[in-house]
């Protein structure tokens, strides 16, 4: 790709994670690092679609959905067509997702203490968002404040709790927990819900869980790759006839 001359210097490679992290502005460069999951792919152009960055990883959108993961944002869904300017804001990194989770009852076996990973945490800073870890006997939960919904329900803002395995990130984070209860606003019912208590208060259980054919993949999976998994939920729930 042949680069116009602007009088800005043009670098031969940049890792666009690097200046995010670092909240820098990107350069121009040849050549442009992205991770997407835990594999980083080089490109030669900062503007690409959502089914170019799923094919360098050997994906297709009939398969997997792409999230964008970027500073002080919630995860992003890419749709296939849509381009993604590196330069426009800080792009962090891509997270890749199975569309065959499901609904249906289920529950994760928990009861050991946890230590949320310092990259986790590094990153739950970087979204913007109020969160905390705590401890309710010998469960633990991770609680994101302020979590935003799509259009078509009853709170625009909610807080949303994960319950973290004690074997985690090998062992996976399994459904989403949301307070206030969440409804739709064309009053159609949401299947698969039910209650719990989370340090006296009661939240909605929403049971979605991966399948056999795409579970968990660590080393791969983590919490950002989960919350853009609850983002889909939210989304999928009205694509229900």
């Excluded at 350069?27 to 792919?41: C, F, N, S, T």
């Excluded at 869904?77 to 609904?103: G, N, S, Y």
């Excluded at 973290?164 to 307070?179: E, N, S, T």
Aim: hydrophobic residues 35%; negative net charge; glycine residues 6%.
């Amino acid at each position: 790709m042949d680069h116009v001359s602007t009088g800005e210097e043009i670098l031969e490679v940049v890792e666009i994670e690097i200046f995010a992290i670092e909240e820098k502005p990107l350069p121009r460069a040849r050549h442009y690092v992205i991770r997407v999951d835990k594999e980083k792919v080089t490109v030669d152009r900062p503007e690409i679609s959502g089914a170019e960055i799923l094919a360098l990883v050997k994906k297709t959108p009939a398969q997997f959905k792409l999230y964008e993961h970027r500073r002080h944002h919630q995860p992003k869904l890419i749709q296939p067509d849509e381009v993604v300017h590196l330069h426009a804001h800080h792009i962090e990194r891509f997270t890749t997702m199975p569309k065959d989770t499901t609904e249906g009852l289920g529950s994760v076996s928990l009861g050991q203490t946890f230590e949320l990973p310092e990259a986790e945490c590094r990153y739950l800073e970087r979204v913007g968002l109020k969160w905390e870890c705590v401890r309710e006997g010998g469960t633990h939960w991770l609680i994101v404040r302020g979590w935003q919904t799509p259009d078509g329900y009853n709170h625009r803002q909610v807080d949303l709790a994960l319950m973290i395995p004690p074997l985690y990130p090998d062992a996976q984070i399994d459904m989403v927990h949301f307070k206030p209860f969440l409804a739709r606003t064309d009053g159609r019912s949401i299947q698969n819900l039910t209650e719990c208590v989370i340090q006296g208060e009661k939240w909605q259980r929403w049971s979605r869980h991966l399948t056999p054919q795409n579970p968990w993949r660590a080393g791969v999976d983590d919490v950002a790759s989960h919350l853009a998994l609850v983002d889909e939920w939210l989304r999928r729930e009205f694509e229900r006839r």
